[in-house]
């Protein structure tokens, strides 16, 4: 009889005070004091206590069905337990779990966890990051949806590197020489001549040897790219809008898993502050006495600057612009002078850094097709290895600029988990492919 | 002064009949008629008829701007044209493109449609059906969303094929052998542990020599997995909502991209009709004369079942169950006898067949630990290589079950594309590697 009542969710419980209802989900946590057993149920939406008598409990990760009747518990986890009247197993757990999901730790033996993926993802903890992945990726389509984008989908398998030849995994095609994409870069540029605004959420891939907390080798790229711009400033525009619906969004689907995970969303402001990178180097400098290496900031750097923003402005992203050439691919726009001609020095690039690191790069790109190929040639890159990419811009496409946010880093970042690979179901690294 | 205006898109001009706008986009087609110019500008939303004087037009495929009067003219494409006051190269292009893109037929010379696939793209037969595809993708997460599913990201990076080890592009991975994922399979059902239901949208790669007018290298895959169902019947139950709702999104979204390619949007019937396999090869043979080779349905098979289905039931779509072992994968779960037992001749896969072609493969998969270590005896498939994916039917796995459909085989099939290569921007084939 109460096996063909309707299964509800353990986050509904409130709702059903004093009713007999049907649970399903796996069991979390078990305890049997002998006269009376204590399960907690895990489902998608929560986790429950549920409290019978007489019980046989399976093993833990068991999926198990329980009817009962749902009581007020102030000290159970969500306010409610359920009174167990019916139990099933639906299907047993066959051994215990290598690890113990409810007591695992983010930054206990973290190699283990990760081998053990296939299992230590059910966690709470795990669960709740890739919940929010899934929500701000939501909302970035969403989001570009209504501004007009259309979604593409690029190749992944191709026969050079967007971004140069270096860092790239090799793939045997049909005895050809091909690689795994770095980045959709000239495929949404291509597009551009199509929607005019396009964005694709897809994997890409880097072969960096070095392991770091912040490069994963596959991860999910939000790419974006917009037509018929003025200059970057467009891009900016965009990407300050599309952020503060990120984060309205999860303010409204994922404030539990925040809470879980001790993090804060983050407020965007209407106007995110933009400084021009010789400023900010001098900045940097002169406020923290940090000298700053290289042609661009270093993570120390970025991390200084993006604190200096949180005190001075209480904003947690900044925009860093007008990036030097030395520190652009060949594609960048450069700046123009005052009299329209180009300025060899200096781009219209950008980065977006969020509580201290570079979550974005983007800029406007080179529409021109002449521009393009003396930009080529100064770059010292030969011409032949790039016609695919160039050829389109014989075909007046027009002034458009874009950027690209890695899912994963952002995540990470936003929850306060210290190594990137944790923000992705299956990461692979130098040394890992499995699971 | 009229460049300040707001650019308007050329499917709001009906609002503005006697007014001054300003339009971007591409000089699709030019007519220079001495005293008198004739331009057709494109852009995302479609085209319009732009006329002015004294003009020197650019090349085609410019991008331009036109600022002028909207008229009503009843012969002009959309019903209105604009007269110009103001022209602007944003621009030009700087050479012929290799084919006339106004002209183009899909059935005229295909390789070279392909070659120049950078420019071609921009056609507006082209561009309408990706704008299917982007509309079809986005109402399947939003249908999926909607019923509880929860979007993941999974390795296309992988050690080993899920449906076995043909068929796969090999890939140099710090010098270890990897590949390029197949399918999501096994990924998505460790995720149903975790989410309950979950799907993906991404590319996946089959490394199949024969050139067919139904096979990619690499495709857009859209998969779905459940969790906590009865039987197979679920699953149907699901993509049955899940087609009735991407069609009704495409009737909103597309009627004009449809009308272009003279295509109608199917009805999805509120319960697809369903026939087991066993009875279709009989069918097809005794109302059809069509001896049917194989275990499953040949594609003849599949034509004439679907013509029957059309006729008698006025259905497109018609799903084939119970699908022999034969013909499944070691992972489909069994028929069960009515005393329980397993049924060593049938699964509880299904295919759903639309307009003559297979769409999808689907089904229950095994859950059971011993059920599924059997499965692969019988398979005589060696469990030391499925480790990884058998590792997590331990931990009490649910019953569940999944399909996944083609995006650029329903949207040429949707279309009247012949060939599924022209549903995908830039297509990889066994001797395609570029654009």
């Known amino acids: 009889m109460t096996s063909q009542l309707k299964r509800t969710l353990t986050r509904e419980l409130p709702q059903f005070e004093g009713q007999t209802v049907k649970l399903q989900g796996f069991v979390h946590a078990r305890r049997d004091l002998g006269g009376v057993q204590f399960l907690v149920l895990r489902d998608v939406s929560g ?14 990760e068991s999926s198990v069905e329980v009817v009962g009747k749902v009581k007020a518990h102030p000290k159970a986890p969500g306010g409610f337990e359920v009174q167990i009247e019916d139990f099933r197993v639906i299907s047993a757990a066959t051994e215990p779990t290598p690890v113990e999901i409810p007591k695992m730790e983010w930054n206990v033996n973290p190699e283990t966890m990760l081998d053990y993926r296939v299992v230590t993802v059910r966690g709470l903890k795990e669960r709740a990051a890739l919940k929010v992945q899934a ?20 190749p992944k398998i191709v026969s050079a590197g967007a971004e140069g030849g270096a860092n790239l995994f090799p793939i045997d095609y049909f005895g050809q020489n091909a690689y795994l994409a770095q980045s959709p870069q000239l495929y949404k540029q291509i597009m551009v001549g199509v929607f005019e605004r396009v964005f694709e959420v897809a994997a890409v891939y880097r072969a960096e040897e070095h392991a770091t907390s912040r490069h994963l080798n596959e991860y999910l790229s939000l790419d974006v790219e917009m037509g018929f711009i003025d200059d970057e400033e467009d891009v900016m525009g965009l990407e300050n809008r599309l952020l503060g619906s990120i984060m309205e969004r999860l303010k409204q689907t994922c404030a539990a898993e925040f809470e879980l995970l001790g993090a804060t969303i983050p407020d965007v402001p209407a106007h995110i502050p933009r400084i021009e990178l010789m400023e900010a180097r001098q900045l940097v400098t002169e406020k923290y006495g940090h000298q700053v290496g290289g042609k661009d900031l270093d993570p120390e750097a970025e991390r200084l600057l993006s604190q200096h923003y949180a005190e001075t402005e209480g904003s947690d992203f900044v925009f860093v612009t007008k990036y030097p050439r030395a520190a652009r691919p060949f594609y960048a726009h450069p700046e123009l002078n005052a009299d329209g001609s180009v300025n060899g020095e200096v781009t219209r690039g950008f980065d977006l850094l969020f509580r201290g690191i570079e979550i974005t790069s983007g800029g406007q790109r080179i529409h021109d097709y002449a521009m393009l190929m003396d930009s080529i040639a100064s770059y010292k890159l030969k011409p032949e290895s790039l016609e695919g990419y160039t050829e389109v811009f014989k075909y007046g496409m027009p002034p458009h600029g874009g950027f690209a946010i890695g899912a994963e880093r952002l995540t990470a970042k936003l929850l306060g988990i210290a190594n990137v690979r944790y923000a992705r179901a299956f990461p692979r690294d130098r040394h890992r492919l499995t699971p």
Chains 1, 2 share one sequence.
């Open 135 to 154: 929500e701000l990726v939501a909302a970035f389509r969403d989001h570009l949806r209504a501004e007009g984008f259309t979604e593409i989908s690029t």
């Open 47 to 60: 986790v429950t206590q549920c409290v019978g008598s007489g019980l046989q409990l399976p093993l833990a």
